[in-house]
């Protein structure tokens, strides 16, 4: 009784492995539209993924550093990958296009994202706040830059999973 339309179901190792790359290989895209990944060869991707799978750090580090850099000269990645999850929405996650930097040169932050992508989960000026935002069981500040959020808690497949849930009332 697996609950199919709640879990993604992966019948064996290779299909995990395959949809971890198709994730690392999206937010390339995202972040150094490819450049990074396309430069790899197959035995660096498989050094991630054993990694990954065998609980290494150092070995998945060594190849993951890669696809967290970018060039000085551009302050940030070219879009930050990330996902959206809402425990109140029937939709699976909102993800779009979004840069760290703004027009005029400032840092985005969570909150700028947010207010972008899913603004019922900024509190009203007036209003209490009814959720909470959380990454990696944390609830970080609002004011953190994105790009921040994306070099230091993005999880292993270099996305940021941001999960919005009602803030308890206890």
Same mark, same amino acid.
């Given at each position: ?80 990958? /990330?996902?959206?999850?809402?425990? #109140? ?8 296009? /979004? ?31 009814? #959720? ?11 004011? #953190? ?26």
């Amino acid at each position: 009784n697996f609950p199919e339309k709640d879990l993604l179901h992966c019948h064996s190792k290779d299909v995990i492995e395959a949809h971890f790359m198709a994730c690392i290989k999206e937010a390339d895209a995202l972040k150094h539209k490819s450049q990074v990944i396309n430069e790899m060869q197959k035995k660096d991707h498989k050094q991630l993924w054993m990694g990954l799978q065998n609980d290494k750090f150092e070995q998945f580090w060594a190849i993951n550093r890669k696809l967290m850099e970018y060039p000085p000269e551009d302050s940030g990645f070219r879009y930050i990958p /990330f996902r959206i999850y809402q425990a #109140t929405t029937e939709r699976p996650f909102i993800q779009k296009l /979004f840069r760290p930097i703004a027009s005029g040169g400032q840092l985005h932050t969570l909150g700028d994202l947010l207010k972008d992508v899913c603004p019922s989960a900024i509190a009203p000026e007036d209003g209490e706040q009814k #959720t909470q935002v959380m990454i990696h069981g944390i609830e970080p500040m609002l004011e #953190t830059p994105l790009q921040w959020l994306s070099e230091h808690m993005s999880y292993p497949d270099n996305f940021l999973h941001i999960s919005i849930i009602p803030r308890p009332t206890d």
